[in-house]
Structures are given as C-alpha cells and as structure tokens.
C-alpha cells in the first residue's frame, strides 16, 4: 500500500533580494508501507525542502502530495493535526525534547497531547529498548546527544506511526551513537511503518531499500540495493554536473 504520493510536486520560495528561486521542481515519487527510503544529494540541493513537502511541514507551490490518502493541499488544518498526532512521527537532527520534563515524560508527551492512556509500562519498555533503562527519569540535558535522539525516537514510536519523517538524523552523532539511533529507527520496519530520511552519510544511506538522489530540485535516481560505494559515486557525479 502507497503511504505517500507526491506528483508534479514543486516548490518555490522567495529571494532574499526578489524573485523567487524554484528548489524542487516537477518530482513524483511514491513510497510504500514498511519501506525506508534515503533520501541524499548535495548540500542546497533540495533534500529537507523535499522532506518537509512530503510530510506536510511545508506547502507545496503546484502539485499534490497525499498522505496516508489525504490531500495536503487541502486538508483543513485540524485533520492534519490529528494525522500528525496520530500516524505521522518527526525525528529532526536537534533532539526537539522538551528540556523541562523526563525522558519518560516526553516519550508520554504525544500519548498526553492524543488524549491517550499512558501506559507506563509500555513506555518505560519502549525506552528500555533503545538502551535507555537507567535514563527514564533523566531530563534532556541530563542526557548525551545519542541517548537524547534515543527518546526523540521513542518518542515518534510511542504512537505506532505509519510513517517516520527523519531529517538528518544522526547528523549531530559520533560513529557509534548514529549506528544505535539508525538501528532503533530501523527497527520499525517489522510494525510496517515507512522511514523517509534525509541523510549525508552514504553508508546510512545504503542501509534503505531505496535511495532517492535529487541534484538542484529534481530526483536524477532511483536506486534499490544501492552500496555505499555507488552512493559516493552518484553523489560526486551529481556534483560534478550542478
Ligand atoms: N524557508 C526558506 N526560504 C527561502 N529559501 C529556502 C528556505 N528553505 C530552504 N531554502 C533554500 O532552498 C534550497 C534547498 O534547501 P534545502 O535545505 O532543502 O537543501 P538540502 O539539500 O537539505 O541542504 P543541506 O544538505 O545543506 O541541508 C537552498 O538554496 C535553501 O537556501
């Protein structure tokens, strides 16, 4: 089943001096459930712009993009609030927790927000699975950057999404912290929900059923059991002819 549909999706946006400056322009793409796509290209290419189209977070200027088969161009604004708190989950590159309350809290924040249950066992577990045990309790600044991005996926998880929008998700991690956050995002694939992240690294990259390459605006590539070798490749290519 498709869970987003963009086409003839274009993007404009204003010039700081006037005119406008087009970033995306004439994409169609289509993702289904339970798969994750990498979405990679050069700096100032359009990948965020692109994210944020597809999700909602952004207007798009002509095209249509349907999530989970709603029309974003049309959608009154308290459906797309309930989608969001209901089947749509944000992870961003800086953690978005709130600084006043416990990982615990803020992984029960969407659950609150819905006015669901909170089910103290299932969330205490939810962090216990991504190695946050000993964490629950703590506050964000209380937390390194890698536990931190940890709750901001358990957090996404927390109301069975069909959908996790990521943006640069271990952009601000070392090595080993990206790995365990790319892990716990990937996990969500066996409960059928799509990933659609942004990312620089070719390696992270590799590890989606498809990666989608996008060069000033447009999606150049496709590609499904992509290496992250030919991520490189298409990358420098993709580089060399902007
Ligand atoms: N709100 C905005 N207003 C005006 N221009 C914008 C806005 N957001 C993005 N842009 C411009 O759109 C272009 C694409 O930006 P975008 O952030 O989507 O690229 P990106 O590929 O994600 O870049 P990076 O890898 O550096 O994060 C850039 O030229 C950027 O300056």
């Keep these: ?66 999530l989970l088969g709603n029309d974003l161009t049309s959608i009154r604004s308290s459906a797309m609030a309930r989608l969001y708190r209901e089947q749509v989950g944000f992870v961003f590159q800086q953690y978005n927790l709130v600084a006043a309350l416990s990982a615990f809290e803020n992984v029960a924040l969407p659950l609150r927000l819905g006015r669901k249950k909170v089910d103290s066992a299932f969330v205490q577990e939810s962090l216990r699975r991504l190695g946050l045990a000993d964490r629950i309790r703590s506050r964000p600044a209380q937390l390194s950057g890698g536990e931190q991005q940890r709750v901001a996926i358990a957090r996404a998880m927390v109301t069975d999404p069909r959908i996790i929008f990521a943006d640069e998700p271990t952009g601000a991690l070392d090595t080993q912290n990206g790995e365990l956050v790319m892990s716990a995002l990937e996990a969500v694939k066996q409960r059928g929900t799509a990933l659609v992240y942004v990312t620089h690294d070719p390696v992270l990259a590799a590890r989606a059923d498809r990666v989608v390459l996008v060069r000033d605006g447009r999606v150049v590539s496709e590609t499904t059991g992509t290496t992250a070798e030919q991520i490189v490749e298409s990358l420098r290519n993709a580089e060399t002819r902007s």
């Design 1 to 66: 089943m498709t869970v987003i549909e963009a086409s003839a999706l274009t993007k404009n946006f204003p010039r700081p001096g006037g005119g406008i400056s087009t970033v995306l322009s004439g994409i169609d793409l289509a993702i289904a459930e339970s798969e994750r796509v990498a979405i990679v290209g050069a700096s100032g290419s359009g990948k965020s712009t692109l994210l944020n189209c597809l999700s909602g977070l952004e207007p798009v200027t002509s095209g249509v993009v349907r």
